[in-house]
Nanobody
Framework: QIQLVESGGGAVQAGGSLRLSCRAS????????IGWFRQAPGKRREGVSW????????TYADSIKGRFIISRDNAANTVYLQMNDLKPEDTGVYSC??????????????????????WGQGTQVTVSA
């Protein structure tokens, strides 16, 4: 059974940092595009960052560019989202999802939040002013 499990969320003050983890089971992330998404209360889900497991390309949403870094640990089959200089508007439930690596360009071009094959359960991030 394919599973994605997020961890690392929490409550921090503005300017602080968190590192989220997305650990994958029963899939090889080298063949998947991994995306991080967030959803704030009352708002639509938005894409934050993507990583192409096949060639390592990464993409960031403008709202977090320069503050967040997506990376992976192949041995741990885990993708990370390092979040620095957090702001209250970064508050939300952060989830990871995967789609086959060949879909990377389409998903990123459209900043798509749908069409992914597997999702994690999400982890809460709360940033106070």
């Amino acid at each position: 059974q394919i599973q994605l499990v997020e961890s690392g969320g929490g409550a921090v003050q503005a300017g602080g940092s968190l590192r989220l983890s997305c650990r994958a089971s029963n899939i090889n992330l080298n063949y998947w595009t991994i995306g991080w998404f967030r959803q704030a209360p009352g708002k639509r889900r938005e894409g934050v960052s993507w990583l192409n497991g096949q060639d390592g390309r990464v993409t960031y949403a403008d709202s977090i560019k320069g503050r967040f870094i997506i990376s992976r640990d192949n041995a741990a089959n885990t993708v990370y989202l390092q979040m620095n200089d957090l702001k209250p508007e970064d508050t939300g439930v952060y989830s990871c999802a995967v789609v086959f690596w060949t879909r990377y360009d389409d998903q990123v071009a459209n900043m798509a939040t749908e069409g992914y094959d597997y999702w994690g359960q999400g982890t809460q991030v709360t940033v106070s002013a």
